[in-house]
């Protein structure tokens, strides 16, 4: 890994491409401390301190950076996009346009962002403006101070003020997630959620030290070390399926019989399903915001904020992994299709051998897609949820929200982030043909 970093500030064009990243998440993580206009400070320090409690507030933040509980700019965080490819991935089932579009390769996948960008604008506009009402009404459920005011001079400017600029700021933050992925390294709404989730790490840890000791600092730590070993060992696994190009003669030349393979890896999704999930999971949060100040409306949200979102919670855990297992099979389904790789195949003049072309090779390829994509899946789910529990043995309840900020989902979204950008450094280095950079060897002239 270090010898590959090395290597590529070697190469003018991939240094300025990191560097390129870097400002942008450099400028991300700036965006997430300038605080929105109107806000009462005060109100958000308190609103701060109650987060570091655990429940919803602590959930909300873990994919803002601590945008939210800062009130920034960036407050909604890139949450409003992946909530919005969730919904536009969904409704491509059921929806024939949707479904022509994803079959029309790029030209389709163009129509299909631009759609994803207005819903993400209309999913800010909303979250924002449920946010700054329910804060300003003693945090509607979200926060056990109910003398919480965030707003200095409530009125609709101020509230129309303050929604603009988390709108603007969640549209800033796609455009500058997209340019990573053009001009940068990587993918650039990965890596923006990367950042936001190890951002937390060093004040996590000093919260983790202040409460236990270095003691509990230790043992988290041996804890994730351990973790990061068998994600690594699960993202790497893959299944490859032997394929034969059959021979053809074109005009006086013989092409094909080269023998290659199809890579299918135990967790083809990759930390697609974690993202899914937990924005999957902050739909009850956001819906239960419009429910009225009453009775039955506060022992929903009570319900919501112990069973839904604490990480300490059972019912929180199981539907969580639960979650998991089978966005681990919905796009799996999506990034892999048996039917458009067998028909591919056929079309290459390729065959998997002692299957036949055509209807068995799709059998079989879903056959065997389906067996990985099972012990991927649970084992994937599995790794999310134990570190949340290990944690949570260790530090206690009342510190439910170290546990979550650095459980399982945490650290699965950052080894997966992690490596899926070693992976692309590595294939630009390689793409580049610079074999002695690679190698560690001189270059042959």
């Known amino acids: 890994m270090f010898s590959s970093l090395r290597n590529l500030f070697k190469i003018p064009e991939l240094r300025n491409k990191v560097l390129f990243t870097l400002f942008i998440l450099a400028l991300y993580r700036l965006g997430s401390y300038i605080p929105a206009p109107g806000i009462d400070q005060s109100a958000v320090a308190a609103i701060k301190a109650q987060a570091e409690q655990g429940g919803v507030l602590s959930y909300l933040q873990l994919f803002s950076g601590n945008a939210l509980t800062q009130f920034a700019i960036f407050a909604l965080g890139i949450m409003p996009y992946i909530t919005a490819s969730i919904i536009l991935q969904i409704l491509g089932v059921v929806i024939p346009k949707l479904e022509e579009w994803q079959q029309q390769g790029a030209v389709g996948q163009r129509k299909i962002t631009q759609w994803t960008r207005y819903v993400t604008i209309g999913i800010a506009v909303l979250q924002s403006t449920g946010f700054v009402y329910l804060f300003q009404n003693g945090g509607g ?18 509230l129309s003020l303050i929604v603009v600029t988390f709108t603007a700021g969640t549209a800033l933050l796609m455009w500058m997630g997209e340019l990573i992925t053009q001009r940068g390294i990587g993918n650039g709404m990965s890596l923006i959620i990367f950042c936001s989730v190890v951002s937390s790490f060093p004040s996590v840890g000093a919260s983790l030290r202040a409460s236990n000791g270095w ?13 990061l070993v068998f ?47 937990s924005a999957f999971l902050q739909m009850p949060v956001l819906l239960v915001n419009v429910l009225p100040q009453t009775d039955w409306g506060n022992a929903i949200r009570k319900w919501i904020n112990d069973n839904l979102v604490a990480a300490a919670s059972p019912i929180y855990l199981g539907i969580f992994g639960l979650l998991i297992f089978a966005f681990s099979y919905f796009y799996t389904s999506i990034a892999f299709d048996p039917v458009q790789q067998a028909d591919q195949l056929r079309k290459q003049g390729g065959f998997i051998p002692g299957i ?4 068995q090779t799709e059998r079989y390829l879903a056959k065997v897609l ?43 979204i950052a080894v997966g982030v992690a490596l899926e950008l070693m992976k692309q450094i590595d294939g630009q280095l390689m793409l580049r043909n610079y074999e002695g950079f690679l190698s560690d060897k001189p270059e042959k002239h």
């Open 215 to 227: 003691f509990a600092v230790a043992l988290v730590a041996v804890v994730a070390a351990i973790l």
């Open 356 to 359: 036949r072309p055509g209807p």
């Open 370 to 412: 389906n067996r990985i994509t099972f012990p991927g899946a649970l084992f994937i789910s599995f790794l999310a949820l134990a570190p949340t529990i290990i944690i949570i043995m260790i530090v206690g309840k009342a510190n439910s929200g170290i546990a979550f900020s650095i459980g399982g989902a945490s650290l699965l």
């Open 141 to 158: 459920g979200l926060s056990t101070n109910e003398n919480i005011s965030l707003v200095t001079n409530f009125n609709l400017g101020t």
């Open 231 to 277: 994600i690594i060992y699960i993202e790497n696994g893959t299944r490859k399926i032997p394929v034969q190009f059959a021979k053809r003669q074109v005009g006086r030349r013989m092409y094909g019989g080269q023998s290659t393979y199809i890579p299918l890896k135990v967790n083809q999704a990759g930390v697609i399903p974690i993202i899914f999930a």
